[in-house]
């Protein structure tokens, strides 16, 4: 039988591992102690010394067993500046840190010295799995990349984090890092993008949480903060719009055109404008059903019916054959190069404000409201499931109607 022996000493150990770019990789070597196995022959037996002081005992052949983690931490071996030494030695304390840490654990496994179930320990690398994780629909894996990449960018801004933008200690998030990447999420967010942004990251947080990972959930207890009525995104007055409408589409994609101009007039997404087909238009009956893809099978407003004005209609055209409604109605690109074309198209027509697709759904919302409609029919044509969301919008028109105000002339009455 085998028989496994121990060391006193560091365990586990700090060891590197030098790279071509000038740089060294660290590591936790951990001794796992040494196995003496029976060294047999050929016909079975156990082979027996002859001579010296161990004659007459049993050969051992003897391994030592080792095992190393990846730190994913580097330093220079020659570093030649300031910033370079610098970054050696808060490199090389986070690395004693974390050494010290697995010692603990290490020594307080009651079982002997045989590592654990293997844990992650890396929240970002936590992270970037969750984000590649298939069990997600495609739109949350968008989302989850999104707020990964604000929250490094958050760590880099920060220079008492910028140490963390390669490797983050799952024990070493606290709840000051938290509430300063939800103030960098207000800063650099517009509309409901910070607080989706953070609702994915406290998901990805809790679910470490969850899995042992993390003695305690730093999220807990912590919100994010806005005012409800907010909204950040630039809104297209009427006269914008026949501006823009009038101004010549000159890129390579006319759809978009036509496309913004019918969100502008229907207040639909663009995930739900790039899924239309001739399908969802009743023709007969002047009205287009869809359901939305943002809430679908999550809210029973996910349905929307919007009646169709001769303009939406004209917008919308006629399938290439009666007999395939399902062709697409607008031939779309990939977002961002509908984005950048849409761009061009407001500069050209002279409209300084910073408009994306969902400005169009905004714009919609102010406008009809401007023009008079009752707050819950906007409701039903934004597809919201309550007024909390619609009400927003008020608080908009509530602001254009005093500059509207303001805009008159004094006079000298006295």
Known sequence: MAKVETKNKQNPKLVQTVLKDGRASLALEYYLGRTETPVIDDAGNPVIYTDGAMAGKPKYKIKHNRRRENLNLYIWLSPKTTQ???????????????????????????????????????????????????????????????????????????????????????????????????????????????????????????????????????????????????????????????????????????????????????????????????????????????????????????????PLSPMLISLIGEPDSKSNPKQPIFNLPKWDTGLIQLKKWVKAAEIGKNITWHCARHSFAVNILNAGANIKTVQSLMGHAGLEMTERYLHVVDELKHKAINSLPSVNWA
């Open 84 to 306: 370079e030494r610098t970054q050696n030695r808060n490199t090389l304390a986070l690395a004693e840190k974390i050494r010290f840490e697995r010692e603990q654990e290490f020594l307080e496994d009651r079982e002997g010295y045989r590592l654990k179930k293997d844990k992650e320990v890396d929240l970002l690398r936590y992270f970037r799995k969750h984000c590649d994780d298939e069990i997600y629909a495609r739109p949350t894996r968008v989302g989850l990349g999104t707020a990964y990449r604000r929250f490094i960018a958050f760590l880099d801004s920060i220079q008492k984090y910028k140490r963390y933008t390669e490797f983050l200690r799952m024990d070493l998030l606290t709840a000051d890092m938290i509430t300063g990447y939800i103030e960098y999420l207000k800063k650099v967010s517009v509309g409901e993008g910070g607080i989706r942004c953070f609702g994915l990251f406290k998901k990805v947080v809790t679910s470490a949480y969850e899995e042992g990972l993390m003695k305690k959930n730093p999220c807990k207890g912590i919100v994010f903060r806005r005012d409800a009525r907010l909204i950040k995104k630039p809104i297209l007055s009427m006269d914008e719009i026949r501006k823009l409408a009038e101004t010549p589409f000159t890129w390579s994609c006319p759809d978009v055109k036509r496309g913004f101009l019918f969100s502008l007039y229907t207040g639909i997404r663009w995930c739900d404008l790039k899924k239309l087909t001739f399908e969802n238009v009743d023709f007969a009956n002047g009205v287009m059903r869809f359901e939305q893809c943002k809430v679908a099978g999550r809210s029973k407003a996910c349905g929307v019916v919007t």
